[in-house]
């Protein structure tokens, strides 16, 4: 079930990096970013990546993108300044339209060596097809997009994005990225106007914690149970509908209505902390990424494209997770998400400006991301929707933390499904490796005995 790669190695002949800039003049100002925006949690930039194939041979995606992101920029100007820190590590955007970096590119591989239709993370040689320009990657003072088109030399592309997260996120990001998709393919402005307005997730006067916030406790790492980054092997599992039917199976008749992301969770969960071998004492956290855009009253403006969302925690023991049922897990990812709320989110904004605009703990977590209805699959420049569109990995930034994304996907077999990636230690992935094929295994023998429906997929 794991979506295996052989090992591809390929050339990538890039152009200069240059700085494009909006195509008309556009406001010099300074805009602060919300009390969401600016914790420490979200120092990092996100990698993202769209795979294309070929469709019209007289149009080089590279010129049509480049001159659609100059002209998109005059609508999203705070994107082409840079992020400023001023005092209490309090961040905003100077508006200087300086520009997004752009990096031309071509590639001495085809749509179909780097997997078809059947793309998923990680991908091969990424550093390559999203180079990090040096002096140009940090989050202050830097440019806040990275484009880099790579040309194929089956006539398709791909086109990397790394976005500095304090100033938007997944939701976000899809929604410049398919605003640059509109104008490419001629449209005058964004169906969507984009909205600012981060005033909205500033904290309240006076600030009040009024809900509590497992996510961001001081957390000591006694056992040294952190990985570095440079340690850490990525992998994506995939599960379509065969697998899923076949999780279902461990799901308590009360809890029968849950969504897949949340039983996903739920299993992925308990596998990865089993594969840890924790001390049975140890508490572990979930952290649940939640969008919160349709949460407040009034909802948060359509255009809004900043960041709109937490990740709320569920805290166990390793002991009770890896011993009780599937059933334990799944009820405490439920309640995660019938807890959240406006007040929540106020409460997070609060707690940001009162605590200095601390990072959540990064100590014996599991942080999950479903982007699966983000949008970022939907990126139409004119030669139609991507192969794949999502994260390019796992993990968060620079920090040791084992983050998962769910992404939408195709197996090798044309079957829709999830791609979720998975970022761990290698001898500790194939622990995880082993639990989760051993749960779906065993799940899948009682359907074939019970109704004879095949559940296996080519993965």
């Known amino acids: 079930m794991a979506a295996a790669q052989e090992p591809l190695v390929f050339t990538v002949t890039r152009r200069a990096p240059e700085l494009i800039p909006p195509a008309k003049p556009t406001p010099f100002e300074y805009k602060l970013l919300s009390d969401i925006d600016d914790q420490g949690s979200l120092r990092f930039r996100i990698p993202v990546i769209y795979f294309y ?234 952290l649940y990424n939640i969008n919160a855009r349709g949460r407040f009253n009034p909802p948060l403006p359509k255009g809004y494209y900043g960041n709109a969302f937490a990740f709320p925690a569920a805290v166990t023991t390793a002991g009770k997770l890896c011993q009780n049922p599937i059933g334990y897990a799944l009820e405490l990812v439920k309640k995660i998400k019938k807890d959240f709320s406006e007040e929540y989110m106020r409460s997070v904004a609060d707690l940001m400006v009162l605590k200095g605009r601390p990072p959540s703990t990064a100590v014996r977590i599991f942080h999950v991301s479903d982007v699966t209805r983000s949008g970022l699959g939907d990126a139409d420049f004119g030669w139609g929707k991507p192969v794949y569109g999502g994260p390019a990995r796992g993990g968060v930034g620079n920090r040791p933390v084992a983050a998962s994304f769910y992404v939408s996907c195709k197996n090798k077999k044309g079957e829709n499904g999830i791609a979720v990636t998975v970022s761990l230690q290698a001898s500790v992935m194939e622990k995880f490796a082993a639990e989760l094929d051993g749960m779906l295994k065993n799940n899948d023998q009682l359907i074939i005995n019970n109704t004879s429906i095949p559940t296996k997929s080519a993965l």
């Open 53 to 286: 194939r070929k469709r019209n041979d007289k149009m080089d995606p590279v010129k049509v993108i480049r001159e659609a992101i100059s002209k998109t920029l005059v609508f999203y100007y705070p994107l082409a300044g840079r992020v400023r820190e001023g005092a209490g590590r309090k961040l905003g955007v100077e508006c200087t339209g300086e520009g997004v970096m752009f990096i031309e590119a071509d590639a001495e591989v085809t749509i179909e060596e780097l997997g078809g239709d059947a793309i998923q993370p990680p991908f091969p040689c990424f550093e390559e097809l999203l180079f990090d320009v040096p002096g140009y990657s940090g989050v202050l003072d830097c440019p806040i997009l990275l484009f880099q088109v790579t040309r194929l030399k089956c006539g398709g592309f791909i086109i990397a994005v790394r976005l500095n997260h304090t100033v938007s996120d997944a939701g976000g990001l899809a929604q410049f990225v398919n605003a640059v998709g509109e104008i490419a393919r001629g449209a005058d402005s964004p169906s969507v106007p984009p909205v600012w307005q981060r005033e909205i997730l500033n904290a309240r006067d006076p600030p009040r914690v009024t809900c509590t916030h497992h996510e961001y406790d001081d957390v000591p790492d006694r056992k040294g149970t952190l990985i570095s980054v440079g340690n850490m092997v990525h992998r994506s599992f995939f599960f379509g509908p065969a697998e899923i039917l076949v999780l279902r199976l461990l799901v308590p008749s009360h809890l029968i209505k849950c969504s897949t992301s949340e039983l996903l969770t739920a299993c992925l969960w308990r596998c990865r902390t089993r594969a840890l071998q924790l001390d049975p004492e140890e508490e572990v956290r979930l």
